[in-house]
């Protein structure tokens, strides 16, 4: 029911040895200059209480990446406003690009990762995001996924 990248699209395994970039489960710096969290856009499963999660990565400012940060491991945590953030990840498997799509990462308690919303708009992401999924498109997706591996 969840599908997971572990970086964001632009990052490169040579970044590892680079001082001003790093990769972590949950973040993501690139030379000091390209800052990312990771989240999950969840999508109701018609008919059921079910939720089918992508585990995405969003690029956000600097100032949004530092605050997220200060606010890590505070409780309370989830009162903070929504972060606006680019989506960070092609998920190949939708007829449009997914790299880019606006998002606003919403901060949820200690532990939990951000749920990513979508901007509302006709891409398909959004919609399913918006309308929920039915369990035939969960296992298209799986299938799509567990065959591309």
Known sequence: MSYSTMAPDVWDPSFKSDPDSMLSSDQCVIRNQHFFIRGLIEIPVIGSQDVFSW???????????????????????????????????????????????????????????????????????????????????VREIAMAVLHAA
């Open 55 to 137: 585990g995405v990565w969003v690029s956000l400012s600097k100032h949004n990446f530092t605050r997220a940060l200060e606010m890590w491991n505070t409780e309370g945590r989830e009162a903070e406003g929504p972060y606006f953030g680019w989506l960070s990840t092609e998920l190949a498997l939708y007829s449009e690009d997914t790299t880019n799509l606006k998002t606003n990462a919403h901060t949820r308690p200690v532990g939990k990762r951000p749920f990513i919303e979508l901007e509302p708009t006709d891409h398909p992401l959004a919609i399913e995001q918006r309308s929920g999924i039915t369990r035939e498109r």
